[in-house]
T-cell receptor, first 108, second 114 residues
Framework: GQQVMQIPQYQHVQEGEDFTTYCNSSTTLSNIQWYKQRPGGHPVFLIQLVKSGEVKKQKRLTFQFGEAKKNSSLHITATQTTDVGTYFCAARGQNFVFGPGTRLSVLP | NAGVTQTPKFQVLKTGQSMTLQCAQDMNHEYMSWYRQDPGMGLRLIHYSVGAGITDQGEVPNGYNVSRSTTEDFPLRLLSAAPSQTSVYFC?????????????FGEGSWLTVV
């Protein structure tokens, strides 16, 4: 069945450093979504990527969809303490599956 | 516009007890779903519904029942609680099936089974 992996599982950064999380699928995807969950909160939609090689930006966040539509990345430039949380990818292939998430902690 | 509302927020159950997690949305979404979240496991789909009167099983349906009598409501029933059902439960809704449609989550229900 379809599997979605995310790396790393955890990331600790100093405030101001960059951060990247990767999402990899075992199958070709129709689209991919990214969600952010703050500690103790619920997942909140960030963005959706549909096209091969697509790149979208939201302020300090850059999202990319791989050329083969089997992977995606989320890059945060100059992290801030407000970026703390778990970032999930959610991939539409044969099924719609959430990745296990990457937990980001930012040290002030 | 409250979005997705789920209750209770916290609940402690004894093994073997039954209970219902309530979920309601006011966005007229056809698609509703229940997820459970466990450390390191991400979000796993329990049951989902594509419209009133229609429900189907997700990835981890055992021990849970759902019904969808109205567009707005999608309760999740634990039939006989087990410690393995200790988890955080999220109700979610969207215009259509996940992937291609933004999913809106409730604030979560923290369930402990002792």
């Amino acid at each position: 069945g379809q599997q979605v992996m995310q790396i790393p599982q955890y990331q600790h950064v100093q405030e101001g450093e960059d951060f990247t999380t990767y999402c990899n699928s075992s199958t070709t995807l129709s689209n991919i979504q990214w969600y952010k969950q703050r500690p103790g909160g619920h997942p909140v939609f960030l963005i959706q990527l549909v096209k091969s090689g697509e790149v979208k930006k939201q302020k300090r966040l850059t999202f990319q969809f791989g050329e083969a539509k089997k992977n995606s990345s989320l890059h945060i430039t100059a992290t801030q303490t407000t970026d703390v949380g778990t970032y999930f990818c959610a991939a539409r292939g044969q099924n719609f599956v959430f990745g296990p998430g990457t937990r980001l902690s930012v040290l002030p | 516009n409250a979005g997705v509302t789920q209750t209770p927020k916290f609940q402690v159950l004894k093994t073997g007890q039954s209970m219902t997690l309530q979920c309601a949305q006011d966005m007229n979404h056809e698609y509703m779903s229940w997820y459970r979240q466990d450390p390191g496991m991400g979000l796993r789909l329990i049951h989902y519904s594509v419209g009133a009167g229609i429900t189907d099983q997700g990835e981890v349906p055992n021990g849970y029942n759902v019904s969808r009598s109205t567009t707005e409501d999608f309760p999740l029933r634990l039939l006989s609680a087990a410690p393995s059902q200790t988890s955080v439960y999220f109700c979610a809704s969207s215009y259509g099936e996940g992937g291609g449609n933004t999913i809106y989550f409730g604030e979560g229900s923290w369930l402990t089974v002792v």
